[in-house]
């Protein structure tokens, strides 16, 4: 069982930046591929970006390759996504999520835990 916690979100200008973090529970962080997602309004939960279990392997969607940076720091049971360059489209809550399989994921359904949300909104 993993619990996770995002924060970080918050009102920002285009071309600004944020740093979202994600917390997790328990003693196994390492063992879980983490995955970044949004969801807009009137929208379906998409894809943002992976990170392999070691942090050595990250994939992201075209919509923010560039833009956005996935890590994570395993002493810390904490997944990180640093967000740049924001752009009224990236407006969206974004969900942290845990996938105990290994395997690196795009797909909001291989994903074994979530987190609550936090609420991302670029400004034009």
């Known amino acids: 069982q993993v619990q996770l916690v995002e924060s970080g979100g918050g009102l920002v200008q285009t071309g600004g930046s944020l740093r979202l973090s994600c917390a997790a529970s328990?003693?196994?962080?390492?063992?879980?591929?983490m995955g970044w997602f949004r969801q807009a309004p009137g929208k379906e939960r998409e894809f943002v970006a992976t990170?392999?279990?070691?942090?050595?392997?990250?994939y992201y969607a075209t919509s923010v390759k560039g833009r956005f940076t996935i890590s994570r720091d395993n002493t810390k049971n904490t997944a990180y996504l640093q967000m740049n360059s924001l752009k009224p489209e990236d407006t969206a809550v974004y969900y942290c999520?845990?996938?105990?399989?290994?395997?690196?994921?795009?797909?909001?359904?291989?994903?074994?835990?979530w987190g609550q949300g936090t609420q991302v909104t670029v400004s034009s």
């Open positions: 999520a845990a996938d105990g399989s290994g395997v690196v994921h795009t797909t909001p359904w291989n994903y074994d835990y």
């Open positions: 328990g003693r196994t962080f390492s063992t879980y591929t």
């Open positions: 990170i392999a279990r070691s942090g050595g392997g990250t």
